[in-house]
T-cell receptor
Framework: KQEVTQIPAALSVPEGENLVLNCSFT??????LQWFRQDPGKGLTSLLL?????REQTSGRLNASLDKSSGRSTLYIAASQPGDSATYLC??????????FGSGTRLLVRP | DAGVIQSPRHEVTEMGQEVTLRCKPI?????LFWYRQTMMRGLELLIY????????DSGMPEDRFSAKMPNASFSTLKIQPSEPRDSAVYFC?????????????FGNGTRLTVT
């Protein structure tokens, strides 16, 4: 059974700092991994999708990496801004076509 | 593109009542998912459809829960009878195809409170 874990559960950083969020999964047989952002009271917004054959994806200040063999992914946020404050969730999809989510990292970027 | 549309945004009901949540996926998407989010359990997949056909409903907690997708543009999640432990945010999501390569698009959710 696939399990997804995110560390840390919460993170508070000053504006401008570069930061890394971590995601690990137990079953390396995945099709892809997605990173989402969730603002309070809102749905999830897809940030980046990494195919199983890829090592990383970049979008603006965001960079996500994937190491299938070790069951790990990281989301790197450069030059963080207060507007980046949100909960970040990673999710993997495998042969069952179910997207399995981690519990998220709650990020606060202080002005 | 209006995105995934869910209604109602909030629902407050008494224990024992029937609750119906509605979802309109993004036009052209052929996969639809229902998720439930709580503080204790995070995001749980309840059921997903591919081309209007239920593929996996193993996440549906009990027989009190049922979901339908009568056509490509509409789905419902029904709880009958509702119980206080059903209180959660219910999300609907759609994608252009299941499997790899297709990001999921979420609606804003329905916050259900059962008293």
């Amino acid at each position: 059974k696939q399990e997804v874990t995110q560390i840390p559960a919460a993170l508070s950083v000053p504006e401008g700092e570069n930061l890394v969020l971590n995601c690990s999964f137990t079953d390396s047989a995945i099709y892809n991994l997605q990173w989402f952002r969730q603002d309070p009271g809102k749905g999830l917004t897809s940030l980046l999708l990494i195919q199983s054959s890829q090592r990383e994806q970049t979008s603006g200040r965001l960079n996500a990496s994937l190491d299938k063999s070790s069951g790990r992914s990281t989301l790197y946020i450069a030059a963080s801004q207060p507007g980046d404050s949100a909960t970040y969730l990673c999710a993997v999809i495998g042969s069952s076509y179910k997207l399995i989510f981690g519990s998220g990292t709650r990020l606060l970027v202080r002005p | 593109d209006a995105g995934v549309i869910q209604s109602p945004r909030h629902e407050v009901t008494e224990m024992g009542q029937e609750v119906t949540l509605r979802c309109k996926p993004i036009s052209g998407h052929n996969s639809l998912f229902w998720y439930r989010q709580t503080m204790m359990r995070g995001l749980e997949l309840l059921i997903y459809f591919n081309n209007n056909v239920p593929i996996d409903d193993s996440g549906m907690p009990e027989d009190r829960f049922s979901a339908k997708m009568p056509n490509a543009s509409f789905s419902t999640l029904k709880i009958q009878p509702s119980e206080p432990r059903d209180s959660a945010v219910y999300f609907c999501a759609s994608s252009s195809r299941t499997g790899e390569g297709s990001p999921l698009h979420f609606g804003n959710g329905t916050r259900l409170t059962v008293t």
